[in-house]
């Protein structure tokens, strides 16, 4: 069975433009969720999507944005980009509604220059 | 105080010792307990996956919970330069209907085994 995969890989991007980064989940999973890590703050929770529904939200501010698909397949979006939001972005997938189990992506490395 | 505290290390073992790895934890409603390997340059990848206190065994592995002290450990035998990557626990209250809580992660600890 295929992992998750996320695009693009690698990313660079200048202070003020938006991103868009894609997540597909592993087959059959439903839901999936999005990690910032950076070396100081580690792995930060952002949103769970969950039936084309945001289940859970982290502590970003309001320039972070995603959304899924009927297909499972979530999309991230950044707007107005900071030096700050040089990070790896990470997506896990996990398969039902009470399942804690998440598998990870190999993340998109974004540098804000 | 956070939420979950793990020592970031670094770590550096010879190879074949064994290597002890800790997390402690501010919040007593967390029940699920997870120990993530991440090498460089890839996403994390789950290693063991526990509910509860207790312990439990995966091959070289032994993940142990103590919720009365509020302290999660991972044991690795016989280390492996292969073992060689950062170590993050991670933690959740438990899932909801209509989707997963979200999980609390350390900050990882980096091990490095020598041959």
């Known amino acids: 069975k295929a992992g998750v995969t996320q695009t693009p890989r690698y990313l660079i991007k200048t202070r003020g433009q938006q991103v868009t980064l894609s997540c597909s989940p592993i087959?059959?999973?439903?839901?999936v969720s999005w990690y910032q890590q950076t070396p100081g703050q580690g792995l930060q929770f952002l949103f769970e999507y969950f039936s084309e529904t945001q289940r859970n939200k982290g502590n970003f501010p309001g320039r972070f944005s995603g959304r899924q698909f009927s297909n499972s397949r979530s999309e991230m979006n950044v707007s107005t980009l900071e030096l700050g939001d040089s990070a790896l972005y990470l997506c896990?997938?996990?398969?039902?509604?009470?399942?804690?189990?998440?598998?990870f992506g190999p993340g998109t490395r974004l540098l804000v220059l | 105080q956070k939420e979950v505290e793990q020592d970031p290390g670094p770590l550096s073992v010879p190879e074949g010792a064994i290597v002890s790895l800790n997390c402690t934890y501010s919040?007593?409603?967390?029940?699920?307990f997870m120990w993530y390997r991440q090498y460089s340059r890839k996403g994390p990848e789950l290693l063991m996956y526990?509910?509860?206190?207790g312990n439990k065994e995966d091959g070289r592995f032994t993940a142990q919970v103590d919720k009365s002290s509020k302290y999660i450990s991972l044991f690795i035998r016989d280390s492996q330069p292969s073992d060689s990557a950062t170590y993050l626990c991670a933690m959740s209250h438990g899932g909801t209907q209509g989707g997963s809580e979200k999980l609390v992660f350390g900050k990882g600890t980096k091990l490095t085994v020598n041959p």
């Open positions: 896990a997938s996990s398969f039902r509604t009470s399942e804690e189990t998440q598998y």
């Open positions: 919040n007593s409603a967390f029940q699920y």
């Open positions: 087959s059959g999973h439903r839901s």
């Open positions: 526990t509910y509860s206190s």
